[in-house]
């Protein structure tokens, strides 16, 4: 039985036909992302699954203050997709102006429950750590809202699967989650453990289980609404790889998701670095803490600073995941695949 080929993106509806179809030739079997119905219905009559993404925190967000850069790439002076830019792109190194803030703006959702923000330890909202405005999953009110998203991006989509993708944004630089501090969560974690978390050191081992509990009862919830509205959609996470140690100081404690069942597949994302020592050393950690209890996928990605850009890199990346147990090797992104004229890497990935 050969292997599902998946591919990021395409998300827009402009230039959708030319990617399926470049997709298609080098042999993608899932696109993940589109939300368009009509990106999603036309991948399907081409006989391609499609999952859509949801973007989370750990913590919700639910506003956020724009942070923007000035780049010298602003000033390339001739047409940025011309083969002649390409390769002055390849040559330059990135300058930049900023950062420049806006000002916030806050989801009405939250605007309406101030009661519900996520507080740091020093009892300010996370707007003022991350730039952020995060509210707790503490409240049951605050995990339903979230849910209910989830679901509800499949069923306006038509898709045949949903993905959470869990994105960094709000840790420290110990790679922490600061945000937990709020009342009720303070009051709930002395209840079951008899301790005051204002008093513990930040990377506390039941402090920070506690509240990746609260991220995984919101999956729980999100899969139970999935499985409502159709018990054959794929339920499925994405997580940035990270050292054994470190998955539970994001709050993304996925090997309990494992046990529990709450997933029907789960990605590992190599999103902003290309060591094959750390693909082959993480996706073997995964795979022997998954099991075989569900299917594990490792996401690679050509798109971001540091990621799989080379192809010869990027196919190296592959063969190590898969060599360490992985059930399927993906990329992201599709526009990076399509600049950097990766399409025959792609179809080699798919080929392994």
Not at 18 to 36: E, H, K, N, S, W
Request: proline share 6%; aromatic share 8%.
């Amino acid at each position: 039985m050969s292997r599902s080929l998946p591919l990021w993106g395409i998300i827009d509806c402009e230039d959708a036909a030319y990617y399926v179809d470049r997709a298609l030739d080098a042999g993608v079997t899932r696109l993940i992302g589109p939300r368009a119905p009509g990106v999603v219905g036309l991948a399907r009559s081409r006989g391609m699954e499609v999952h859509v993404y949801v973007a989370c925190t750990p913590f919700p967000t639910h506003g956020q203050r724009p942070v923007s850069y000035t780049w010298s790439l602003n000033y390339l002076g001739i047409d940025p997709r011309s083969p002649a830019a390409r390769a002055v792109l390849d040559r330059h190194r990135p300058i930049l102006v900023g950062p420049h803030r806006g000002e916030p703006s806050i989801g009405p959702f939250a605007a309406a429950h101030p009661e519900y923000r996520a507080r740091t330890a020093d009892g300010s909202d996370t707007l003022s750590f991350c730039d952020r405005l995060c509210l707790s999953p503490a409240f049951p009110e605050v995990r339903a809202r979230q849910a209910a998203e989830i679901a509800g991006a499949l069923a306006d989509a038509g898709a045949d699967g949903v993905q959470v993708e869990f994105v960094n944004g709000m840790e420290d630089a110990a790679g922490l989650v600061p945000a937990g501090y709020e009342e009720r969560t303070v009051e709930e974690f002395r209840q079951a453990t008899g301790r005051d978390a204002r008093t513990l050191p930040a990377d506390d081992p039941e402090w920070l289980a506690f509240r990746a509990g609260y991220v995984t009862e919101t999956l729980v919830e999100a899969r139970a609404r999935v499985k409502a509205l159709s018990l054959g959609a794929v339920f499925s996470a994405t997580v940035i790889a990270r050292e054994a140690d470190r998955y539970l100081h994001g709050l993304l404690d996925w090997p309990s998701w494992v046990e529990r069942g709450v997933l029907d597949e789960l990605y590992l994302w190599f999103r902003t670095e290309s060591g094959l020592d750390a693909v082959e050393r993480r996706v073997g950690h995964a795979v022997r803490v998954a099991a075989g209890r569900v299917p594990l996928y490792v996401e690679l990605s050509c798109y971001h600073a540091g990621s799989f850009q080379e192809p010869h890199l990027l196919l190296d990346g592959a063969r190590r995941a898969l060599a360490a147990g992985a059930d399927g090797v993906g990329v992201y992104r599709h526009h990076a695949v399509d600049q950097l004229d990766l399409w025959e890497t792609l179809a080699e990935i798919g080929r392994l």
